[in-house]
């Protein structure tokens, strides 16, 4: 436990020397004064799941990319090798971090623009989620590369196909024919935290989050074992 808090310690301090925290506070002020603008003229519940899912998949997506290879560039990870960490320690302390600062900043914003009624069980699971997903998914594709420009250009085919169901929820298409793509769950419980939703595609969208996470958590440890490790 004691390694575990000082891998905690030690990711909020790169996380701040990377601006990361000054980062997302000041996407998240720039937000506010969007959806303040917007909602003199429009009803503004369907454009904010929107940036309320890019939010926490962009934060967890790019700045574990930003925070891995720091650590390599900086030979952090060869020290990390001969010492007692464990795979799962490192990885769930980066993601825990990340985690716990998309999730407020999505209750901040979705407080401050919508208010405080609606569904905060729907809602904390959908961000939390959603950023635990696309955090494992950046570790994978980090490992095996050295420049974040590497990092991008090997992440740009699957950020799109993930980014299909909104053609869904926008109605340009049904929004159950993306049931099979990872980003689904999140969005209908995004969705769900704003509006009625019956039980079993409730049920669905948790069962397929949690899934999705788990097989995206194992294919991690096993980028770690197999690139970043090495």
Not at 82 to 103: G, H, M
Not at 128 to 155: H, K
């Amino acid at each position: 436990m004691r390694t575990f808090l000082h891998l905690l310690r030690w990711d909020f301090t790169l996380l701040n020397r990377n601006q990361v925290l000054s980062v997302s506070v000041l996407v998240t002020a720039i937000y506010l004064g969007l959806f303040w603008w917007l909602q003199k003229y429009m009803v503004v519940d369907q454009l904010l799941v929107l940036v309320l899912f890019n939010d926490p998949a962009l934060l967890g997506f790019l700045f574990i990319g930003v925070m891995v290879l720091f650590e390599k560039n900086e030979g952090t990870l060869q020290a990390l090798v001969v010492t007692p960490v464990r795979e799962a320690q490192y990885l769930w302390s980066k993601i825990i971090v990340l985690t716990l600062i998309s999730v407020l900043c999505c209750y901040g914003l979705v407080g401050i623009v919508h208010g405080v009624h609606f569904q905060w069980a729907h809602f904390g699971t959908a961000a939390a989620g959603t950023t635990i997903f696309f955090g494992l998914i950046g570790f994978i594709l980090v490992s095996g590369v050295d420049t974040f420009n590497q990092y991008i250009m090997r992440s740009v085919g699957l950020l799109i196909l993930l980014s299909l169901p909104f053609l869904g929820y926008f109605g340009v298409m049904p929004m159950n024919y993306f049931v099979w793509l990872p980003t689904w769950p999140a969005l209908v419980l995004f969705s769900a935290a704003f509006t009625g939703i019956a039980t079993g595609q409730l049920l669905l969208a948790y069962g397929l989050l949690i899934a999705w996470n788990l097989a995206a958590y194992q294919l991690a440890i096993r980028a770690f074992r197999k690139n970043i490790k090495r």
